[in-house]
Every structure is written in structure tokens, then in C-alpha cells.
């Protein structure tokens, strides 16, 4: 998924949009060298080195990967176990926008 996280990042800069990682690698070494080989300019946590991790555990993740569309006033709004097409993302993402800018 990170290609399309990448243009997700860049296409929706300057608007209300921010875009969250969590990561169950063991090693935060390799984790750090991964995340720098694929650009990963977004903030991405990093769930104790285990799929059954603090965040995973309290936000009860089933399966990775996981993904949540929260709106911002904090309510999920959509989540995917597994990935999602990407064009079903990002028109659920415009929407989500759109919305946000029509309350004021």
C-alpha cells in the first residue's frame, strides 16, 4: 500500500488530512531502514513488535492490515480489514472532506 499512501500524502496536501501508520515489525532497526527505503514521510507508530500489540489490542485489530477512516471530530466513519481498492479509498476520503467542509 504505500505507493498509493505516498500519492494519498502528496494529493492531499494542504487540506484537512492526515494519514497515520502503525508498524508490528519486531526489529525497529530494520523498521526505521524500511520506512526510510519507501519514503515514509508520514507518522508511523510502532505497535511493541508484535501484531497483538498496545495499539492493535485496544483498537481491537483483527488483521492486518487494518484501516480506519476517522473524521475530525474522532468518529470512525469507515474501516477495512485488508486493503481496500484504492479507488474506493480515496473517494471515501473526498467524501469524508467534503462533509468536514460543509459543517464550517
Known sequence: MY???????????????VLLGVNSDKDK???KKALEQEHITW??????????????TDWNIQGWPTLYLIDHKGIIKKKWLGSPRPEVLDKEIEKLLRAASTEG
Open 29 to 31: 532497526t530494520k523498521l
Open 3 to 17: 505507493p498509493h499512501e505516498r500519492s494519498l500524502v502528496k494529493k492531499m496536501e494542504g487540506k484537512s488530512f
Open 43 to 56: 507518522r508511523s507508530f510502532w505497535n511493541g513488535g508484535s501484531t497483538v500489540g498496545p495499539i492493535s
